[in-house]
C-alpha cells in the first residue's frame, strides 16, 4: 500500500539579515494509513520546522524549502495557494501546542470550528455549528452545548486543547499533524488527551505525526520514532526498539537523561555534556561528534548516505547494529 | 450589558462635572476683571456695581458656578456680552458646522489611515511599508495651519480651483449639502484630515503587525481558510484598539479646529472661540469650552461601550 505521507531530502533553510539558519537537513521518512510516527527530540532540534513543511506554514519570503513533501501522492511544495489552502484542515489538519495561542480569541470556540467545516464542506452555517457541537460532544467536553458559545480564554486549558482538537479533526483529516500538544497542560490533564487522541485516530483510520521531547509520550503514541538532532534524523524505527535498544549515542543520552522505573531517587540524572552546534551552516558531519564519547577522527568528515527505506537505521558510523 | 452602558453614563457624570468646574474657574484665574471689557475705564464705583450685580457677579464663585449649571443643564448658557445674543444658539450653529467639518475630515483621514496602516502591516519591511510609514510621520509632523495656508496658495490663489473662506458662496454660514458649499468644505478638510491621519496610520500598522505575528494567525492559515476570512479574523482583532484612537482623534478634530478654521474662516465652535477669546466675551467662551468638553466625554463613553461590545476579553462585570 502507498504511504499516505512521503517526506523525501527535505531541506528547510531560514533566511535571515544575519545568515541563514539550515533548520532541517536531508530529512526524509513516510508514514502508512493509520500508523502514528513520533518526532522525538529537544528544543531546536527541527521537529516543528519539519512538521510545518507538511502544510508549509513558514513564513513564505524568509523561507527556502527543498526536497518533496508527498500527501496522497501530491507535492505539497510544488501545490499552488488555491489547491495548499484546500488541503489545509481537510486532507492535514494540526493541533498546536499551546491552544491559548492557537485559537483567535475575539471568536467563539463553536463559530471557529464551524467556519472552518463551511470552508472545506459546503454545508450551511447552523448544520456546521450542528457539526460543531458533535465534535465538542467527541472529544468529552461536558456541556457541549454550552461550551459552543464560550470564548477560547472563558476554558480551561485541557478543556481548550480538547476543542482544539475537535477544531482539528471537524473535516476528518487523513494525516494529523500534532506539535507537542501535551506540553502545556499538567501531567494528569496530559494522558487524558492522549489517550483521546489515539483512540479518536483508531475511530476515524487517521495517519498521526506526533512532535514531542517527552520519550514516554513517544512511547504511549507512536507505532514508529524519528530522532532528530541539530535539524536531522538521527534514528529510526519501531518506537519500542529504538527506545529499548538505541543505537545512535545521542539517543542512548537521551534515554539515561529520562526518568525510569527502577533508578536510584537519589542519583542525579546523567546529563549530555555540551550544548547541540548552532544551525548556521549545513553541517555533512556528525553534528553530535562534539559531545559524543565514542567519536573518531571518521565521524568529523562528512557521513556516508544511509537507505532509509530500511525499517530500522541510524546514521551513526559506530553504531552497534547487530545487535538488533 | 445594559446594566453595564449605564453604569457607565453614571461614572461620566462626576466626569463632566469636574470638567465643567474646570471651564468655569480657568475663566476666572485668568488675570483680568471678566467685566473689564464691557465697563468703560472712566466708569463711576456705583455703576461698576450695579453692574457686578446685574451679572451676579458679587455673590461667591461657588454660588455663580451652581447657577451657571443650573441653567447650563437647562440649555441656557447665558447670553452674549458683546452681541447680547444668547450664547446657545450662536453655539449650535457654530457646533453643526464643526461637527459637518469634523465628519469629513474624520471620514478622510481614519479611511486613509486604515488603509495605508493595513497596507504597511502586511507589507512590512517592504518599500510599501516605508511609503506609508513616511507619509504617516509627515501627516503628523506638518502644523496643519501652515498646511493650510500652503493649500490656499496652490489651490485658491494661484490654481483657482477651490474657495478659501467661509462654509458657503457669499460668506454663508449655513450648511447645505450642495455643490457649492461642498466646495468650501474641500481645503479645510484635507488640511485637518492629515493629523489623525498619521496617527490612524500608526496605530494600525502596530496593531495589524503585531496580530500577523502572533500564533493564531498560523493556526488560521493551517485551517485552510480564505485570505478574505483571515483578514476579517486580524480585523476584529485590532478594531478594539484602532477604535479607541479613532474615537480620541475625533475629539481633538472637534476642539483642536481652532486655527484651521480661523485660517478658513470657516464659522465653526473654533472660529468663534476664537472671537470670543479676543471679545474677553466670558459667557461664550464658557458655554463653547462646556459643550465641546461634554462631546470629548461623551465620545468617550461612546468608544468604551463599542469597545466593550467588540471584544470579549474585557469584562462586563
Known sequence: MNPVVEVKNLNVTFKGEEGSIFAVNDVSFDLAAGETLALLGESGCGKSVTLKSLMRLHPMHKTQIEGQVLVEGQDVLKMKSKALSEMRGKTVSMVFQEPMLAFDPVFTVGDQIAESVMRHERISYKDARQRALEMLDRVRIPSAAKRLDAYPHEMSGGMRQRAMIALALACKPRVLLADEPTTALDATVQIQVLLLLKELQRELGMSMI????????????????????????????????????????????????????????????????????QLIRRIDECAFAPRCAQASSRCLSPLPSVNTLTPRWTRCIHADVSQA | ??????????????????????????????????????????????????????????????????????????????????????????????????????????????????????????????????????????????????????????????????????????????????????????????????????????????????????????????????????????????????????????????????????????????????????????????????????????????????QTLMDPRIKRG
Open chain 1, 210 to 277: 506526533f512532535v514531542t521531547h517527552d520519550v514516554g509520550v513517544a512511547i504511549e503514541v507512536a507505532d514508529r520514532t524519528a530522532v532528530m538532532y541539530a535539524g536531522r534524523i538521527i534514528e529510526q524505527g519501531p518506537v519500542q526498539a529504538v527506545l529499548s535498544k538505541p543505537w545512535h549515542p545521542y539517543t542512548q543520552g537521551l534515554l539515561g537523561a529520562t526518568v525510569h522505573p527502577g533508578m536510584d531517587r537519589n542519583q542525579a540524572l546523567p546529563a549530555i555534556p555540551g550544548a547541540p552546534p
Open chain 2, 1 to 306: 450589558m445594559f446594566a453595564f452602558i449605564i453604569r457607565r453614563f453614571l461614572f461620566a457624570i462626576p466626569i463632566a462635572l469636574a470638567v465643567a468646574a474646570v471651564c468655569f474657574s480657568l475663566v476666572h484665574l485668568a488675570p483680568g476683571d471678566p467685566l473689564t471689557a464691557v465697563i468703560p475705564a472712566d466708569a463711576p464705583a456705583e455703576v461698576v456695581i450695579a453692574i457686578k450685580e446685574a451679572y451676579g457677579m458679587d455673590r461667591p464663585l461657588i454660588v455663580q458656578f451652581g447657577s451657571w449649571i443650573q441653567r447650563a443643564v437647562q440649555g441656557d448658557l447665558g447670553v452674549s456680552v458683546a452681541t447680547g445674543r444668547p450664547v446657545m444658539g450662536d453655539i449650535g450653529l457654530a457646533l453643526s458646522n464643526t461637527l459637518t467639518l469634523a465628519f469629513a475630515s474624520a471620514f478622510i483621514g481614519f479611511s486613509g489611515g486604515i488603509l495605508l496602516g493595513a497596507l504597511a502591516a502586511f507589507y512590512n519591511g517592504t518599500w510599501v511599508d516605508k511609503v506609508a510609514t513616511a507619509v504617516a510621520i509627515t501627516g503628523v509632523s506638518i502644523p496643519h495651519y501652515w498646511l493650510g495656508l500652503l493649500l490656499v496658495i496652490i489651490f485658491s490663489v494661484q490654481l483657482d480651483w477651490l474657495p478659501s473662506m467661509g462654509a458657503g458662496p457669499g460668506g454663508s454660514s449655513n450648511w447645505r449639502w450642495d455643490w457649492a458649499h461642498l466646495q468650501h468644505l474641500v481645503l479645510p478638510a484635507v488640511t485637518m484630515c492629515f493629523i489623525p491621519m498619521g496617527i490612524v496610520t500608526r496605530t494600525v500598522r502596530a496593531t495589524v503587525s503585531e496580530i500577523l505575528n502572533s500564533e493564531f494567525v498560523v493556526a488560521l492559515q493551517a485551517r485552510g481558510l480564505r485570505a478574505s476570512r483571515i483578514t476579517l479574523h486580524v480585523a476584529k482583532n485590532a478594531a478594539p484598539t484602532v477604535l479607541s484612537v479613532m474615537g480620541l482623534q475625533f475629539g481633538y478634530l472637534l476642539g483642536g479646529s481652532i486655527l484651521v478654521e480661523t485660517v478658513f474662516s470657516w464659522p465653526g465652535t473654533g472660529y468663534l472661540l476664537n472671537t470670543a477669546i479676543f471679545q474677553r466675551d466670558i459667557p461664550l467662551l464658557q458655554g463653547i469650552i462646556l459643550v465641546l468638553a461634554m462631546f470629548f466625554v461623551a465620545l468617550n463613553l461612546l468608544v468604551d461601550v463599542l
